[in-house]
């Protein structure tokens, strides 16, 4: 199996700035799209950003030019940067990753989320 761990939540005010991390561990043979995710109280979860593991992106326009997505294939970990930040960016923020594990001599796919970071930016 694989397990997603997420770091870097936190309370910031309106125009600040943090950077999120999520990490994969587990016997993973590849990783395809890593993704950040976000769930505000009384709305659906939506897509903030993926990256394909050949390094395509798609942002929603709610965060282009603000939020930047990076990953490092080395480490299996995905980054979301995220600048000028507005208090409608308020949200549990959570990662989101496809890959090929090992599941003893077979390879099987799978899509995994993270356990959720909570963002909050105050006006």
């Known amino acids: 199996q694989v397990q997603l761990v997420e770091s870097g939540g936190g309370l910031v005010q309106a125009g600040g700035s943090l950077r999120l991390s999520c990490a994969a561990s587990?016997?993973?043979?590849?990783?395809?799209?890593m993704g950040w995710y976000r769930q505000a109280p009384g709305k659906q979860r939506e897509l903030v950003v993926l990256v394909t593991n050949g390094g395509v992106t798609n942002y929603a326009d709610s965060v282009k030019g603000r939020f930047t997505i990076s990953r490092d294939n080395t480490k299996n970990t995905v980054y979301l940067q995220m600048n000028s930040l507005k208090p409608k960016d308020t949200a549990v923020y959570y990662c989101?990753?496809?890959?090929?594990?090992?599941?003893?001599?077979?390879?099987?796919?799978?899509?995994?989320w993270g356990q959720g970071t909570q963002v909050t930016v105050s006006s």
């Open positions: 587990g016997r993973i043979f590849s990783i395809n799209d």
């Open positions: 989101n990753v496809g890959c090929l594990y090992y599941s003893g001599s077979s390879l099987r796919g799978g899509d995994y």
